[in-house]
């Protein structure tokens, strides 16, 4: 049942890596595009590839902490009272000090506001931003395949060999393998955000970790099938059995022989 479940997550992994790989083009394109456009030369009365700068009134932020399923999200006003409702995919560096009657600049391209720069010339992608998705697209998509592939593999491999300990251990630590390397993408791409750093810096990172722990893996795999991961049950004394009651001549479980225990 548990190796069932393990072959389940990992499908469910590589075709989501697979259609997250298919995606990093599109973002790589969407991003070249949005630094290519040029300024428009008057305000776009329809969604534009050219880019606007628009000034806003915050009405209302919230940063909607401790709520996992719900993005930072803020209202702003034009200046003829509309309202616009904007996400963001955090909370950095804008919109934590945004608040009510806060004048801020947004940025609209296609009809949509792709980032805000608020007074102090701070700037912040929202979630319609195309910047960072190439990176985001491919840092999750490394992850996914990676984890996808090396857990398939730990999850067939006892679904196969079948009543085999050291098999289904070898097995467990394929599987496990599969998650360090997974987990060791998402927090090279969490690097490469926070440092700013290019898109090649992820795989220049990432593989070489990658490289290591599946060097780890193989070696504990053998190490499974040789039994050397096998516990080792300390030996515990056995139970000795009670002594029978001494006998009349003083020894143990034994008869009286002396006079008297003869037959007439």
């Not at 389940?8 to 599109?26: D, N, P, Q, W």
């Not at 996992?68 to 950095?92: D, H, I, N, Q």
């Not at 006892?158 to 987990?183: D, E, F, Q, S, Y």
């Amino acid at each position: 049942m548990r190796s069932a479940v393990w072959v389940l997550a990992a499908v469910v992994a590589l075709v989501a890596g697979v259609a997250t790989a298919f995606e990093i083009r599109g973002a790589l394109e969407r991003e070249r595009e949005f630094r290519a456009a040029p300024a428009c030369a008057s305000v776009p009365v329809k969604a534009s590839g050219c880019l606007w700068e628009q000034d806003f009134t915050v009405r209302k932020a919230d940063m909607h902490r401790g709520k996992r399923s719900k993005a930072p999200e803020a209202e702003l006003l034009l200046p003829s009272g509309k309202s616009w409702e904007v996400t963001f995919p955090g909370t950095e560096p804008v919109v934590s000090e945004m608040e009510p009657d806060d004048k801020v600049v947004g940025l609209i391209w296609h009809g949509q506001v792709v980032e805000v720069r608020d007074a102090d010339g701070r700037r912040q992608q929202t979630s319609s931003g195309p910047l960072e998705w190439p990176e985001d697209r491919l840092g999750g998509a490394l992850a996914l395949v990676s984890f996808g592939l090396i857990a398939l593999v730990g999850g067939l491999w006892p679904l196969i060999v079948r009543g085999n300990r050291r098999h289904a251990k070898a097995a467990t630590v394929v599987r496990w393998h599969g998650v360090g390397i997974g987990v060791t993408a998402i927090l090279t791409l969490w690097a490469q955000a926070a440092n700013g750093w290019p898109m090649w810096a992820i795989p220049a990172i990432w593989g070489p970790l990658a490289l290591l722990l599946l060097a780890s893996m193989v070696a504990f795999a053998i190490a499974a099938l040789r039994g050397d991961l096998d516990d080792d049950a300390p030996s515990t004394p056995g139970v000795q059995p009670p002594l029978p009651p001494p006998s009349m001549d003083g020894r143990p479980g034994g008869t009286a022989t002396g006079a008297g225990s003869g037959h007439s």
